[in-house]
């Protein structure tokens, strides 16, 4: 992995463009090949969704995703218009985060992100309150991929497929978890996590889903037993690096409560 991910870091590089005062930026069709995909079309649907997630973050989508048509010549010889996009650092780590992760190289990517969210780069352009929305809303939307595939790979009884994941990163069960930070039975244990709990989550939640798919798992029991090993996995990641465990890290204030304040304070449209 550390090679791939030399790889794919080394690419976003080379792709890197810089204005003439120094500004950096990317263009969506030169790292649409070092994500791993060779159809604009499927390409452009993941730029929409990071466009959504920066929206929803409280973020201004046009001053990251920037639209840009030009004249290409093609064989004959004439020119038609194509699309393509200026792309900021921030639209980058968007579009690698919402990509499909059974690709190698979003998950590589994935990988490098989420160990990085807390460093200078990311903060520098969104508050940490933005960054736990931004995790929390993919980590729900990640939760629902997954729950597709191990429903393919034979599982009916997701709530115990879903405690093996916890349990692998934990090393206790659900409950255990909510009593240790002091969240309450009927709260979402993801709404409360910061962006560390949920960044791990993110990471245990796509490379679950990743395995369950490349050693093409049938049974609700192998299912089980690769979410909690991919778990157990990600939780000596975290000790190889020297992070704190996620259960030893504090209940932060409800993502929903947060949303909801962020809502009232938008300004309203003009008439």
Request: glycine residues 8%.
């Amino acid at each position: 992995m550390p090679e791939q991910l030399d790889a794919v870091l080394k690419a976003l590089g080379e792709k890197r463009r810089v204005t003439r005062t120094g500004g950096e930026y990317w263009m969506a069709r030169d790292i649409q090949g070092v994500l791993g995909y060779s159809r604009w079309e499927n390409f452009e649907k993941i730029i929409e969704k990071a466009r959504l997630s920066c929206e929803s973050a409280g973020g201004d989508p046009p001053n990251h995703f920037r639209e840009s048509t030009k004249m290409v010549e093609v064989g004959s010889g004439a020119k038609v218009p194509t699309q393509d996009y200026f792309l900021t650092r921030l639209a980058c780590y968007l579009i690698a985060m919402n990509g499909d992760a059974s690709k190698s190289e979003i998950a590589t990517a994935q990988a490098y992100f989420a160990i990085q969210t807390r460093k200078q780069e990311v903060q520098e352009q969104l508050t940490g309150e933005e960054q736990r929305i931004l995790i929390r809303e993919r980590v729900r939307d990640r939760n629902k991929s997954l729950a597709s595939t191990a429903k393919q790979a034979g599982v009916q009884k997701f709530a115990i497929f879903q405690a093996a994941g916890y349990q692998g990163l934990y090393e206790m069960g659900l409950g255990d978890i909510k009593r240790r930070k002091g969240i309450g039975d009927n709260e979402d244990l993801l709404d409360r996590a910061g962006r560390s709990e949920l960044a791990a989550n993110e990471f245990r939640i796509t490379q679950t889903e990743e395995k369950l798919v490349r050693d093409q798992v049938n049974t609700e029991r192998q299912a089980i037993h690769t979410h909690l090993e991919v778990g157990q996995d990600v939780r000596t990641t975290i000790k190889k690096i020297g992070g704190t465990m996620p259960e030893n890290l504090p209940a932060e204030p409800s993502i929903k409560m947060l949303v909801s304040r962020r809502k009232k304070q938008l300004p309203m449209p003009p008439p």
